[in-house]
């Protein structure tokens, strides 16, 4: 597997080729310390969606930015980023989610740390109601989960993600409906399972 | 194509993902953290030169599975030989991973000239050509390590609000005033300084930091830690 992704730009390495080490930079180029801070929360997010446990995620996020790194000059300015980024993070935490064997569903308490300070009422919602997203996104199957998240989540339109991806336009809004029943039958089993306040 | 575009989401889905868009960024010390390891492991060394590498360590492995055959085989047949392992070459010695903190200057409290070396292209030979390490590689890695541990500590304690970090801070400067995590340190000292309402000494360090390191990773950190001064 490739920690490239699957977009034309990018040249595709087979990840024996890689070497583990970098090349021999000497430090971070600035951009690419923009790039992170500017988006290293997006990409950390991305993460928890695409089913990255809280405590791994910042070794994932780690993981794709390096990714990031070895690919930072097949970059294409004039494309969008989001995407391009969001290529890296599904298919790093897809190896991840692979290795630590996860399943497709847990408890929507396992999902979010629980901020230990006294919230209001809203704020307890949200949250509730992000872990109750996180739960259910991971009832989403792994191919369509990606399309989900960029399209509903993301905003993103689907000419661009169907790019990053390299699938089909077609592919892909078919991966989006599907991908919004499993969802959305998922939020009502959760929904049920927690009781009515969920 | 247009038949195949989604409709709009149901109400109660799109509430949800709406929370969900709103979800806190990635806390400062969870972006130092990354940037730190980043750092650190993008200044790796080069890889080794790949298929020679291969080689020997392809050969070295045949002659200790050779040498190893020759002892199993003669202690099969009872011979009594000294079970002495000789081998022609020894094997290529295992890839030693040494993390070089490229950005780390002399010291802190000689500041060294304005000009960091460790951003300059080539930066890192001509550091070691000026001043090549006194310590073997084992030790420098020591080093490093119990470096680590006291900064690590340190960020621990920030992160629980202890009142001990600064003196873990500053017990690091003494320990290691040539640390290679010094930046990492100074780091950390301007915000335990502001933790504990020490603003103009943080004022002070974080105006030093910028001009030891002004490309530093964690510059927008303390930046954003001094701007939050009310």
Redesign the interface.
Known sequence: MTDSPADPQTQVVNSESV??????????A?NF?AL??EH??YV??SL??LGVRENDV?DV??DV??AV?RHLDDYDPQRPIKPWLFGFAAKIALGHRRRKSYTHEVIAADIEAVDPAPAADEEV??SQ??S???A?LRAVAEERRPVFVM???DAISMPDITTALRIP??TG??R??LA?AE??AA?QRLRVRSGPHA | MRDTLPSPLPPSLAALLDAERERPALSDAAQQRILTRLEATVNWPPPRRGWLTALGTFAGGLLVGAALCGVLLSGRLGARQPKLLVLDSPPPPPPVVVVVHAAAPPTLVQPPAAESLAHRPGARAERSQRNPPALPDHEHDTELARERALIETARTALARKQTDVVELLFRHAQQFPQGRLSEERESLLVQALLQSGRVAEARSRGERFRAHWPNSLLLPVINAALQAIP
């Open positions: 070497p583990p080490a970098l090349p021999p930079r000497t430090h971070l600035p310390r992170f801070l290293g929360s950390a997010s928890r969606r910042e996020t780690h930015f390096l790194y919602a949200k109601s992000r109750l997203v996180l259910a399209h509903d989540i336009l077609n809004y078919s989006l409906r919004r969802f959305a939020v």
